[in-house]
Each structure stands twice: as C-alpha cells, then as structure tokens.
C-alpha cells in the first residue's frame, strides 16, 4: 500500500482519476454490450456471431480473450524467473506459429466442416456416442482448468490497485476477495447473456484495441522510468547458471528452461486449436479464407503482445534487485513476504511493483487492461464451456430438437452453473504449481488426446472410432493420476491437500508411495509431453488394428458436390509456382498477398536470427553478456515500435469489420436448423 503524500493514494495504489478512467471504459463497455441485443435473434447467433466475423475483429477480440488477465499472471511469474532468456526460447515459437497460420493448419478444415463445436465434428468424424463423451471430457478438462480463473483474476486486481482485505459494512467485516470475484464473475456473465457470441466478440474488440494501446504507453512508461542502466546492471546480479540474459546459461532455472520450451513448440503443433477456451471464434468467420486470414493477422498481434510484456516483468525485477531502489522495493519484499504461499509470491511480484511506480492516470489505464483481460476471458470461457454441455452432452441425447428459445435459456443456465462452479472452486482450491505447468497438465486431461482425434479426422481417411475412443481413455487416466499425485506430493498431512487421507493410505505401501512421489513431481509441461506422446502412439496402433474402410472425407469438408455456395472463393485464378506451394489459393486478395509474403519474410527473419545464436555459440564461441544485453535493448525498442503499428493497422481494419458485421445481421436471414445438430443418413 502507498504511504501518504500520494495525493488520493493514501489507501490503496489508485488515485481518484484512475477510478474515474475505470468507470468511463466500463460504462462504454455496457453500452456496446447492450446495443448487441437487437442483433442477436437464434442458437448459431448466440454460439457463433451467425458466422459473420471478419479477420480484423476476430483477430482482435480472440487475442484480448486468450490473452487474460491469468495469462497476464502466468508470462509475468514466468519472466520473473526467466528475465529476457525466456524471450530467447520462445523465438522459434514465432516461425512456427507462423507456419501453423499460414497453412490454416486445422482452422481451415474445422471451419470447411461448418461445425458450430469441435465435438460436433467429432460426432461427423467418429459417431455420436463419442461426441458424447469427448464433449463431457472437454466440458470437465476446462471448467478444472477454468476454475482457478476468478480467484486468480480477484486476486491480480486486489494487489494491483492495493485493496484491503476486508472492508466494513454496518460494522460487520466483510473479506475482498469473494466479492471481488463475484463482481468479475457477474460481469462477464452480464456481457454474455445479453448477446451471445455477438456480445462478447464487439466487446471485445473494443477491449483489445484499448489493451494494445495501454500496454504500449504503460511498458514505455515502466521502462523509461526503470531506465536501462538499472535493467542491466540489475539483471547481471543473478546466480551461475541461473542467467537472466544468456539463454545458454539457464541449466538451474526451476520448471522454464530449455525443455519447457522445446516440450512448448511440440505441443503448439499438437494441440492447435484444440482447446476449447474460445472455441465459438473457430466457428464465427464469414468463411475459411477469413480464419486462416484472422490466423495470420492474429500472429502479428500475438508477437507485438509477446514482446510487451516481458517489459513489465524485467523492468520489476530490475526494480527489486538494483540497489538504487532498496527503500522501495523493501516495503514490496515485505508485502510478498506477508503472503505466506512461494507460489502466490511469485504470482503476484509484477502487480505489487507496478502498483508501486506507475504514475496516476497511466495506473487507471492499466488497471482498465486487468479488468478486461480479466473480463473478456471470463465470458470467452464461460461461454465456450457452458455451450459446450448443453451442445455436446445434453442435445446429442435427445430425441427431438428444443425450441430456439428453450435452446437459449438451456445455454444461459448452463454458463451460470460454470461460473458458480468456478467461484466454489477458486474459494478453496490450493495452487501447488506454477500457473502454466497448472495449466499444462489440466488441459491434458483433453488436450492428450484430442490432438489424435482431431488431426486424424481432419487429415486422414485411416484413423477410426476405435481409436478416438482409446486415446480419449488413455490421456484423462494419465492426466488425472499425475494431477491426484502432485495435489499428494504437495500437501502436508495437516494441511489442505485435495486428497490427504489418500496420501495417509498409500504412503505407507512403499514401492507405491514411491511411485506416486515419482510422479508427482513431474512438472506439468512434462507429463502434458509424455501424455501427448502416449496418445499418438496408440491413436496409430488402434487405428491400423481397427481399420475397416476409407472415411468420406470430401462430404465432411463440404468439397466438390458437397460445397457449400457462401464458403466458394469469389472469382481468381487457381495459384502454380511458388504461390501454390506456400500455401496461396484464389481466394487471396493483393493485399492479402502483401500481408502473407511479409509474414513470411518475418517468420525466415527470426528463424534465421536463432539458429545464427545457436550456430555462434555451440559451434564459435560463447557469446558475452554484454552483447546479449545490447541485443535484448534492441528487442526492447523493436516490441513497442511493432506494438505501435499493429494496434494502427489493426484498428482501422477492425472499424471496418464492425461495421460489416453489423449490417450481415441486419440482413442476414435466420435458419432455426443452424443449431449444432448433425443429421445422419438414418435420420433423414
């Protein structure tokens, strides 16, 4: 908390004008919220915007959901421990995001398939028994791995704007934290009940553009007001080894080294687009060409957001170690101190600082970023885990189809009891993790083994229902096992493990209690590797064992005699050459093009750029620090120089697309049979 003579902050770390700021976003935020109303008339509006999002929109508001406040939370625990070494491995995520963008890789065939939910493509792929299934393990991986969202979000925004623990009312002591979360949760859920997809995708819009535009003044603000000289020097004091600039020297750093993130660049081709967090934006675009478009472009948004926010983490660890702040940074230390919980030190190190050196106004602004992060990835995911349910276990069920406002209201509960659950859980939930290595191995429970089904149905005539159903078996036993053996490890016997009377019970069964020991300290990123990999191989040997016939893979992605007329390119010629084999097809405009070569020629850049490190290093000579230091000033400069033209560019086609989308549902003519049901040659 500040201290007095902070003009208004004597309380907490927000001054009357960075409330005022908060109020202004949020009463526009209801506005455009509530204009959406009008607009939202069936079930395919409320699960995907009626299909009539463009690439600018999509690739704005998908980036504020996925983004997050958690995610905000998890980058800056993990930069913390990292510094710039952690920008260094991530650079080969950059080629291969690209590739993974440029070729439509899984988006474009997920959205020839016009389903409305990953597990209704799996019910065209597989049956429906197994919609079912994969549904109901895709609804309990994400609602566990959402439930520590809201306490996670209540917590980030209480530490920032420096809030009591509790408050007085009517002389009674009322805690911060549960109506902190209810008041996010309650939010979200407004946003979402009253338009739907629609709602929340012109929501936001608005909210990410702003985002990016914060982001860029605040991380200009911290860094000119950190300075370099302490950046540096600070950084430099960090142990053998456990090196905060030299990438090559990181062997001791806990859970983020190098094989966090060569697991990482795995998993990215595995599981794209397989979590289903925002899994109505996979199925909102005007057509497949926008998606793979909204993919490209939301790369050039993902790597000006990846390069802005390490700046907060590094300038706050410069700020905590540089001896030119010690009187500062004491009264930070003794706050984190008073936390109790490694963990939660860490989590909440980056927000602490900030709220000790952001000047007023900029403070505000950056609190309006955690609000909407917070926010927009509340009502993404209360939205895709709630449709969920209701599309892929409760309507493959029946017999006949609900009425499109029955259909409305089942959804509208459904997401209620999500954010209900998720409040329940982050009340008493204890995190004994980091937040990714959390994340890592709860999505496994699904991710495991939905990376097979989804890759294999989607590419392959060969794989089979057999072996959906077997990997989708396999991956949630080895996930839920090391996440009861971890929760086991963790926990004292006195204290609140999830499970302590099973640790009572196995640990004195010896080779066992060893087992589970064994296990349960495998971080997560590793056993989300070992899962991944346990599923492929059995999706293979099953498939092979099982195989029967050809599946018509041409009828699911509505190719040839199966087309669909809106989803045909309009006009231009079939691609040869060079174009062709990067992947452009007639549907490209010239300034598409335009926008595809020079992602390609980033993508080489930075390629380039990281096997000349490692070639220089492995194969020279060491590379000093001082040049690796100069060489991360550079960065610095080149991520708010990117962040500033992309939150332009960005902005002025996302008006455009707004607007667009606008008048498709205007005019759009509803199809009540547009529902997420998928009728069998039998039914008809």
């Not at 409760?394 to 406002?405: Q, W, Y």
């Not at 990376?451 to 294999?456: H, K, M, N, V």
């Not at 490890?489 to 493990?497: E, S, T």
Request: glycine content about 10%; proline content about 3%.
């Amino acid at each position: 908390m500040r201290q007095g003579g902070q003009g208004g902050r004597d309380a907490m770390n927000m001054h009357l004008i960075d409330w005022v700021i908060v109020a202004a976003v949020l009463s526009v935020l209801i506005l455009i919220v509530t204009s959406t109303r009008k607009h939202m008339h069936g079930v395919s509006g409320f699960l995907a915007a009626d299909r009539c999002g463009g690439r600018y929109l999509l690739c704005i508001s998908e980036g504020i959901a996925g983004l997050g406040a958690v995610t905000l939370l998890a980058f800056w625990q993990q930069y913390t421990k990292t510094g710039f070494t952690g920008i260094w491995w991530s650079l080969p995520n950059w080629p291969l995001l690209f590739v993974l963008a440029l070729s439509g890789w899984v988006l474009y065939r997920y959205r020839q398939t016009r389903a409305l939910t990953l597990a209704q493509f799996l019910e065209m792929r597989y049956s429906r028994n197994f919609r079912v299934y994969a549904g109901m393990l895709a609804f309990l991986s994400g609602v566990i791995n959402y439930g520590v969202f809201p306490g996670l979000n209540a917590r980030l925004f209480i530490h920032f704007c420096g809030l009591p623990e509790q408050f007085d009312v009517a002389g009674a002591q009322i805690p911060t934290f549960p109506v902190v979360m209810a008041l996010l949760l309650g939010l979200a859920l407004f946003f979402t009940f009253m338009g739907g997809q629609i709602a929340i995708m012109l929501s936001n819009f608005f909210q990410g553009v702003l985002c990016m535009i914060v982001l860029v003044v605040a991380a200009l603000v911290v860094y000119v007001k950190v300075g370099w000289p302490h950046i540096g020097e600070g950084l430099a004091t960090a142990p053998a080894n456990q090196s905060l600039v030299n990438p090559f020297k990181t062997s001791e750093i806990e859970g983020f080294n190098m094989w966090f993130f060569l697991i990482q660049y795995f998993l990215w081709f595995y599981q794209w687009k397989a979590w289903q967090g925002t899994q109505a934006y996979n199925a909102s675009a005007k057509t497949p060409h926008e998606a793979k478009m909204a993919q490209i472009l939301g790369m050039w948004r993902y790597f000006a957001q990846e390069m802005l926010v390490p700046i907060f983490a590094i300038c706050a660890l410069a700020f905590l170690v540089h001896a030119d702040f010690a009187s500062e940074a004491a009264s930070v230390k003794q706050t984190l101190a008073q936390m109790g919980s490694e963990k939660l030190q860490t989590q909440m190190t980056v927000p602490i600082v900030l709220g000790k050196i952001l000047p007023v106004g900029i403070m505000g602004a950056l609190t309006v970023v955690i609000l909407a992060a917070a926010v927009s990835t509340d009502e993404s995911y209360l939205h895709s885990w709630g449709s969920i349910f209701i599309q892929d276990v409760v309507m493959p069920l029946r017999r006949t189809p609900l009425s499109p406002e029955a259909h409305l209201w089942c959804l509208r509960l459904s997401i209620c009891g999500v954010a209900l659950f998720a409040f329940v859980f982050s009340m008493y939930f204890s995190m004994t993790d980091y937040i990714r290595m959390f994340f890592a191995v709860t999505g496994a429970i699904y991710l495991g083994g939905a990376g097979c089904c989804i890759i294999g149905g989607l590419y392959t005539r060969l794989g089979t229902t057999t072996a959906a159903w077997a990997v989708m078996i396999v991956a949630p036993i080895m996930a839920v096992v090391n996440i009861l053996c971890g929760q086991i490890v963790a926990a004292d016997p006195a204290a609140r493990g999830l499970m302590p009377w099973l640790q009572s019970a196995l640990y004195p069964l010896g080779g066992l209690g060893e087992i589970i020991r064994g296990i349960g300290r495998i971080d997560g990123q590793v056993a989300s590797f070992h899962i991944s990999a346990a599923a492929i191989a059995t999706y293979v040997l099953v498939s092979l064992l099982s195989y029967r016939g050809k599946f018509d893979l041409d009828r699911m992605l509505h190719r040839g005699r199966h087309a669909v007329a809106e989803d045909i390119a309009k006009g231009g010629a079939e691609m040869t050459g060079l174009a062709k084999w990067l992947g452009i097809t007639r549907d490209f405009t010239p300034w598409d093009k335009v926008i595809y070569y020079g992602s390609v020629g980033w993508m080489v850049l930075w390629a380039v750029v990281f096997a000349l490190g490692v070639y220089y290093h492995y194969l020279i000579t060491e590379i000093p620090d001082a040049l690796w230091s100069s060489f991360w000033r550079m960065i610095i400069w080149l991520a708010l120089i990117l962040g500033f033209v992309v939150t332009v560019w960005f902005l002025i086609g996302g008006v455009r697309d707004v607007k667009e989308m606008i008048h498709l549902l205007r005019t759009r003519v509803q199809d009540e049979t547009d529902d997420g049901r998928v009728v069998h040659e039998e039914e008809v």
